[in-house]
């Protein structure tokens, strides 16, 4: 089964509009950690958000927050006032560990984002 | 947030060559990982490298295909040996800082 799941291929944005990007996850581990990433086409992955999974508020960073509902299993991402910068492919991921240790992160197979003018 | 470097950025490479990839990170980090991303696809994480032990490689990835290196706090080195146009990815190094995670640029190797 996958750990985590995107279900958003691709989307279309009209600029200055809010954006969502869906992801869930599946762990049996209470203490875990979920990420964010912005690939754009140079390849190079960009650490937007984090959110631990005993975090008891959302996590935000500048136009970044994230919705975690952990009953849900949901760590979707919103982008606020998108930008044509914003365009790139997202990804989310997850480590079964949050407070650090061997684990490496699981990735969703990621949602391309358009923005358009 | 950490500053992850890697060299090369991009080569392309003879079928059965060998190719090492570089890793330095502007801080001392405990843990370095190592991730392929195959066209088109998603990262997948090929092994943990811990400073002064042996690299922990995850399912479907061999020492032996993978070498690793991690000599201190700050470096670490992949090696994709005997190469075959299947190998052809975005080879991707981070580290933690904390319980973040930050990513070099990559390194985009062609197997003709």
């Known amino acids: 089964a996958q750990k985590i799941t995107q279900t958003q291929p691709g989307m279309f944005v009209q600029e200055k509009e809010a954006v969502t990007l869906d992801c869930t996850y599946d762990?049996?581990?209470?203490?875990?950690?979920l990420f964010w990433y912005k690939q754009p086409s140079s390849g190079e992955m960009i650490f937007l958000i984090y959110?631990?999974?005993?975090?008891?508020q959302n996590a935000t960073e500048g136009r970044y927050s994230l919705n975690f509902q952990k009953a849900r299993k949901s760590a979707n991402l919103v982008i606020s006032a998108s930008q044509l910068g914003d365009s790139a492919m997202y990804f989310c991921?997850?480590?079964?560990?949050?407070?650090?240790?061997?684990?490496?992160?699981?990735f969703g197979k990621g949602t391309h984002l358009i923005i358009q003018p | 947030s950490a500053v992850i470097s890697q060299k090369p950025s991009r080569d392309i490479c003879q079928r059965g060559t060998s190719l090492t990839i570089q890793c330095q990170v502007d801080?001392?980090?405990?843990?370095m990982f190592w991730y392929r991303q195959q066209p088109g696809q998603s990262l997948t994480l090929i092994a943990t490298?811990?400073?002064?032990?042996?690299?922990?490689?995850e399912s479907g990835f061999v020492i032996d295909k993978f070498p690793i290196s991690r000599p201190n706090l700050t470096f670490s080195t992949l090696t994709v040996s005997n190469m075959s146009p299947e190998d052809s990815s975005i080879y991707l190094c981070?580290?933690?800082?904390?319980?973040?995670?930050?990513f070099g640029p990559g390194t985009r190797l062609t197997v003709t």
């Open positions: 981070s580290a933690e800082e904390g319980p973040k995670q930050y």
């Open positions: 762990t049996s581990d209470p203490s875990y950690g």
């Open positions: 959110q631990g999974s005993y975090d008891q």
């Open positions: 991921a997850m480590r079964d560990r949050p407070g650090g240790g061997a684990d490496g992160l699981t």
């Open positions: 801080s001392q980090v405990t843990m």
């Open positions: 490298a811990n400073q002064g032990s042996e690299a922990t490689y």
